[in-house]
């Protein structure tokens, strides 16, 4: 094995994405090329390299304003753990925002000892929901008083606002790379016209990616969903918060069924910062 002394860390940029997707397969994860730029346009990543300047470990912090950052993608080539790598980059992620900012990040099983002995908490967890095939759930009272259209760049002033009283924090670039990235986008007006909802949609390598979804209440997030996933013969996934049991009740009818509860974990704070309740599913578990 080669010396710890040979791994040094980088800044990487969009040029070793390529090597980035490559990683990310080595450990069985999907992030894809559009996935890594939209990381990239809205935060940085960190890796280290060995010797023959292969990128060997991975780790990404995207801030979102002073309030918010959030770290993701941390991965380790097997044949170089047990060196450190992941402590160090995490360290490198942690060190590059305000001692005053709240990190988040959603942990692997494999992770949550390591930024537990970093300083991270428990707070919450996400719901991660899968579906071979999404059955609608036709209800009774159907959606009239709401209308659900396509998702323009003329809604973003609006939107941003919805999605920061959800998130607690200003995610404007990220948001804006994120609707470029999408396959489908949505927005929900009620009778008077007011935004009250959106939601994105992403095609990923493995699943269609329903979120975020940020709604005023239960049917306007469930006349989301029918949108974005209606008709789609592939695979789904959809991250649902805590506190959102009757929205999960609708998914599970509709033929989604969980497979994991990751926790959510934080540093810097002993909670994540005030949210409003209107967050139904997360972008992914690397954007929070």
Request: proline letters at 4%; a negative charge; aromatic letters at 8%.
């Amino acid at each position: 094995m080669e010396d710890k002394k040979e791994f040094q860390i980088h800044r990487l940029h969009e040029r070793e994405i390529p090597q980035l997707v490559a990683l990310s397969a080595s450990v069985g994860w999907d992030y894809d090329e559009q996935e890594i730029e939209t990381v990239m346009s809205a935060g940085i990543v960190y890796g280290h390299k060995n010797a023959q300047g292969d990128i060997i470990s991975s780790a990404a912090v995207i801030p979102y304003d002073v309030k918010l950052a959030s770290i993701g993608m941390v991965i380790v080539n097997e044949n170089y753990r047990g060196n450190g790598l992941a402590k160090e980059l995490m360290q490198t992620c942690i060190d590059s925002v305000c001692d005053k900012t709240t990190i988040m990040l959603i942990a692997t099983k494999e992770g949550k000892p390591l930024y537990e002995k970093l300083g991270f908490q428990t707070v919450s967890s996400v719901h991660k929901f899968l579906s071979d095939k999404y059955m609608p759930f036709y209800r009774e009272h159907g959606n009239e008083e709401y209308e659900v259209i396509p998702l323009t760049m003329s809604y973003f002033t609006q939107i941003q606002q919805l999605d920061q009283l959800a998130i607690g924090a200003d995610r404007s670039l990220f948001l804006r790379k994120r609707i470029q990235q999408a396959k489908q986008g949505v927005v929900v007006k009620n009778h008077k016209g007011d935004i009250v909802g959106y939601g994105l949609s992403i095609k990923g390598p493995v699943n269609l990616i329903v979120g975020p979804i940020i709604a005023a209440n239960d049917e306007i997030a469930i006349c989301i969903v029918d949108e974005l996933a209606k008709g789609y013969e592939g695979k789904l996934r959809i991250d649902v918060p805590n506190g959102q049991a009757s929205f999960i009740h609708y998914l599970e009818r509709t033929g989604f069924h969980k497979v994991s509860q990751p926790p959510v974990m934080v540093k810097n704070a002993s909670e994540l910062p005030v949210r409003n309740g209107t967050l139904y599913s997360i972008a992914a578990q690397i954007f929070g």
